[in-house]
């Protein structure tokens, strides 16, 4: 079990690192602390939007960026279209592989989210749906683990452009179709008995919503994206996305909360917020040149921050989306790990170890230190509090010889963990 888990545990019992903790006897391996633990392939090596090429990240829940007691559902939305008969970057590895869903659903997993939502572009792309098809069968070997489908609005678009086609009668059997292949599964999100859809920009087209609720199976929850949602009639609900103007102050998610908040109380919406570490499309073909930056980890933490000022246990969010699992083009994706531009200096001062650190500390979630006496196998000697950048190396009881000494700046959750160069010290 890697040292996340057992941090994991330890950060649900005594609540966070308030403290420097002596270890437990607890081993590991300087490969398991910088190798690749994501579901990302090892061929990808990052790009300029600012996706991290795949290293070591915290495994620590999203949850805990969240105010205390939430009950928050978490889902991870996953665009489908890495594939060989599509053209886009390549991110090393193809959607709709059974075992690379699989992957992801365990990462996603471990690192707390609880669901995907899964965008289709329904019967007219074959190609696309087979990614929905492979989470499907994932999240049912995966108990507990949930799966949503989100039409999007290129489900229609070939539609809208032929003469004669009825777009309502089109998205009703899509949907239908949908009911069939991806509703029925244990493993699909219901809410008080009823499937839940969402769409992604669907609404553009000049949909009959009422012949559409008429004669869709199931009478499944409709939840459409931005703030608008909450005032239209076909609507349940709605979900927010990212904030693509570059603003620091977040107009967007503080309009968007403050109107489901509204909904919320007067009809009792469905509210799904948001959660991103910025947005970059300037790699995707369809790009507007719209730049949101990530500023190392910061963007990430804020927008849990902003669910924080509008949400508690007295006013709870239901469901929070992550934007995006795997977006490499819109530079949206968390696969990879979110670098927070950290790095530790270590050094020693009379009996004490000490590091200085560069980058933004806030992305910290706390440091653990190591010794090794050959370089690859190393001991846990101290999990230390984030304000803390010193440890007494007396408390070691190391017997008299050489060793190598390391500190790990374990990252907030989704962000990568960062390991120092070895410091070699005599001890006495």
């Avoid at 602390?33 to 990052?46: K, P, Q, V």
């Avoid at 995907?116 to 929905?132: C, E, N, Q, S």
Wanted: charged share 25%.
């Amino acid at each position: 079990m890697f040292r996340e888990c057992i941090g994991l545990a330890l950060i649900l019992a005594l609540g966070g690192w308030q403290a420097e903790k002596p270890s437990e006897s607890r081993t590991t391996t300087l490969d398991l602390l910088t190798r690749n633990n994501t579901s990302a392939s090892n061929s990808f090596r990052g790009m300029q939007n600012g996706n991290a090429a795949p290293s070591n990240v915290s495994k620590l829940p999203l949850s805990s960026l969240l105010y205390a007691g939430n009950r928050t559902e978490i889902y991870a939305r996953v665009v489908p279209f890495f594939l060989k008969t599509q053209k886009h970057v390549d991110v090393g590895y193809h959607s709709d592989d059974p075992a690379q869903a699989d992957r992801q659903i365990e990462d996603m997993i471990s690192r707390g989210i609880h669901g995907a939502i899964v965008d289709w572009y329904g019967r007219d792309h074959p190609d696309l749906g087979r990614t929905a098809f492979a989470y499907r069968d994932g999240a049912e070997r995966h108990q507990g683990f949930r799966f949503v489908i989100s039409e999007d609005k290129g489900a229609l678009k070939d539609c809208a452009r032929k003469s004669g086609c009825d777009i309502s009668r089109h998205l009703i059997e899509d949907l239908n179709y949908a009911f069939d292949k991806f509703e029925n599964s244990p493993a699909y999100l219901r809410r008080d008995g009823r499937p839940v859809v969402f769409f992604f920009d669907v609404n553009q087209y000049p949909v009959d919503w009422n012949r559409v609720r008429k004669f869709v199976k199931a009478n499944p929850f409709f939840i459409f994206r931005n703030a608008h949602a909450f005032s239209r009639a076909e609507s349940d609900g709605g979900f927010s996305w990212v904030d693509h103007t570059g603003k620091r102050n977040m107009p967007y998610l503080d309009d968007f909360y403050k109107k489901a908040l509204e909904a919320a109380r007067s009809r009792s919406a469905i509210v799904v917020g948001s959660v991103y570490k910025g947005f970059d499309d300037r790699a995707a073909s369809w790009s507007e040149n719209r730049v949101t930056d990530q500023e190392c980890g910061q963007i990430w933490l804020d927008t849990f921050d902003r669910v924080n000022r509008y949400f508690s246990v007295s006013k709870p969010l239901e469901f929070l989306q992550v934007v995006t699992w795997n977006d490499y083009e819109e530079g949206t994706e968390i696969e990879s790990g979110i670098d927070n531009c950290v790095e530790i200096q270590l050094s020693t001062s009379g009996a004490d170890l000490k590091w200085s650190v560069a980058g933004n500390e806030k992305t910290i979630d706390h440091f653990v230190v190591y010794s090794s006496s050959d370089g690859e196998r190393l001991a846990e000697l101290a999990e230390v509090s984030r304000e803390k950048h010193s440890w007494g190396l007396r408390a070691a009881s190391l017997p008299p010889g050489q060793y190598e000494f390391f500190v790990e700046a374990v990252g907030k959750p989704s962000i990568t963990n960062k390991l120092s160069a070895p410091l070699t010290v005599h001890m006495q």
